[in-house]
Nanobody
């Protein structure tokens, strides 16, 4: 089993920065991919960034150059550094783990990010 606990959300002005953290515990060795997703009011949840067990990263076009996903060497924490925030970045941000065995994915509780203009 995998447990994910997110932190770091909050209210920030446009152009500001936030760093989200996802604390990972449990069967970390089973995790193939960690990712950050977000869901804004009235919109579907969308992928923001992913990092594989080998450290390869992927970022959505909408956040490239502004957001960066990373992790510590022990793979116990995954970060999302968010710079140059825009009001359209306002959403609940979720941490997701993808595993090699059932149930194959786990979600964190989500953390609210609000960007004011």
């Amino acid at each position: 089993q995998v447990q994910l606990v997110e932190s770091g959300g909050g209210l920030v002005q446009a152009g500001g920065s936030l760093r989200l953290s996802c604390a990972v515990s449990g069967s970390i060795f089973r995790i193939n991919v960690m990712g950050w997703y977000r869901q804004a009011p009235g919109k579907q949840r969308e992928s923001v960034a992913r990092i594989t067990s080998r450290g390869n990263t992927y970022h959505a076009d909408s956040v490239k150059g502004r957001f960066t996903i990373s992790r510590n060497n022990a793979k116990t924490t995954v970060y999302l550094q968010m710079n140059s925030l825009k009001p359209e970045d306002t959403a609940v941000y979720y941490c997701k783990a993808e595993t090699s065995i059932a149930p194959y994915y786990y979600w964190g509780q989500g953390t609210q990010v609000t960007v004011s203009s």
